[in-house]
């Protein structure tokens, strides 16, 4: 019988800018309004005996004291030491205001049983919030565009919480280089990371190249292509990752799923994917994957024809009045949207 966990020395490491190293692959926690807090935090249980030790949580996902439970425990039974863990947390829209990313951080860390996360994000760069569960349609009239005066507000609270030592690095999420370029030369603290979506058909090379150029670490969201999304992400056009020609193509050369070549694409890239699965047999295969049988470089040549453009997380919900489209949050232009 297949062991049931991976050795995790074997599991690559990304250096960060502090010296400090973390795995390459991490765990995805948002059950997408179809897994409960019960089903997602059994699997982050499982993914830790699997050998997953980076688990990507956010306020807004709903579990976060479910998960909590769970790291207490694992914890408790000296299974894992909390140094060997990377945990992050995320800020939602709606706790922007002065003094209230202080406050959500000190509810994600009673929830998780923490002292401190290894990393803690902006969710979303704008105040902009849309219900749990909204369709696609649903809209919030107080909505505004993006501003780099109003950012900076939320990032000095962001670095307030970094010397304080809650937080061991501070992060950024759906950034676009116009918007990263306004606001990195405001920071004292500069964003360690960036959590963007990016699987084989949305590639993003642009922005990757550009984090990297900066000693920004690149966590990969979607990386399977999120086949399971909420409706309200689902638009006419999208393209499924497993079903790409250049990836199925290889998958079958291997013997292997679709989703294990654009998790090993995602780590040679390299940056660090964070897919998301309940079920044990996919959270181990992802994991495992990381583990052997790189891909080669013409099949990483392959791959980069996969590209389609594909962002399947547009953020429509997010749009302020009068924005044109979804387009407008991700400035297509070259500048910020007004
Ligand atoms: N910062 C942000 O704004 C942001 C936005 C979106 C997502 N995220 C983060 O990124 C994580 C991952 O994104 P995601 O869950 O949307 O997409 P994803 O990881 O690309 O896709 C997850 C889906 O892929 C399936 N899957 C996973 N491993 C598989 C395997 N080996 N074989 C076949 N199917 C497999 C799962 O189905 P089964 O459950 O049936 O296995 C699951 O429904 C989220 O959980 C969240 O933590 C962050």
């Known amino acids: 019988m297949a062991a049931n966990f991976i050795d995790t020395s074997k599991i690559p490491r990304i250096a960060l800018g502090s010296g400090q ?24 249980a499982g993914a830790i005996r699997a050998g997953y030790r980076f688990f990507d949580c956010a306020s807004v996902y709903g579990n976060e004291d479910r998960i ?7 914890l408790a039974s000296g299974g894992v030491k909390r140094e060997e863990l990377f945990i992050t947390s ?12 202080l406050l959500s951080l000190a509810k994600s860390l009673k929830d998780l049983r923490l002292d401190y996360v290894d990393c803690y994000f902006v969710h979303w760069p704008f105040p902009n919030y849309h219900a749990p569960g909204c369709d696609g349609d649903a809209r919030n009239p107080d909505s505004i565009p993006f501003s780099t005066d109003k950012f900076m507000e939320v990032w000095a609270q962001m670095e307030r919480i970094a010397d304080m ?11 676009t280089i116009p918007k990263l ?27 990757f190249d550009y984090c990297k150029s900066r000693g920004i670490v690149v966590i990969g969201y979607c990386p399977i292509g999120s086949p399971n999304r909420p409706e309200r992400d689902k638009a006419p056009g999208d393209v499924a990752d497993t079903e790409l020609p250049e990836i ?29 699965s309940v079920h044990e047999k996919n959270y181990l295969a992802n994991l495992k994957a990381v583990t052997e049988d790189p ?9 980069k024809g996969a590209e389609r453009n594909c962002r399947l997380i547009k953020g429509q919900v997010f749009l302020w009045p009068g924005a044109k489209g979804w387009e407008d949050l991700w400035d297509l232009g070259g500048a910020i949207t007004p």
């Open 295 to 303: 891909l080669s470089p013409a099949e990483m040549e392959a791959i």
């Open 90 to 101: 995320k800020v939602w829209n709606d706790m922007h205001g002065k003094g209230d990313v």
């Open 21 to 44: 190293s973390i795995p390459s692959i991490g765990m995805g926690t948002f059950g997408s309004d179809k897994y409960g807090p019960g089903e997602v935090s059994a699997a982050v």
């Open 68 to 74: 909590g439970a769970v790291f207490e425990e694992a």
């Open 248 to 276: 199925a193509a290889i998958a079958k050369a291997r013997g292997i799923h679709p989703a294990l070549v654009c998790i090993k694409w995602a780590v040679q890239r390299p940056a660090i994917p964070i897919p998301f």
């Open 165 to 175: 030592g809650l937080a061991k690095y501070i992060g950024v999420c759906n950034m």
């Open 181 to 207: 370029e306004a606001v990195l030369k405001r920071c004292k603290i500069k964003p360690a990371m960036l959590e963007m979506e990016q699987h084989p058909s949305f590639q993003q090379q642009e922005l």
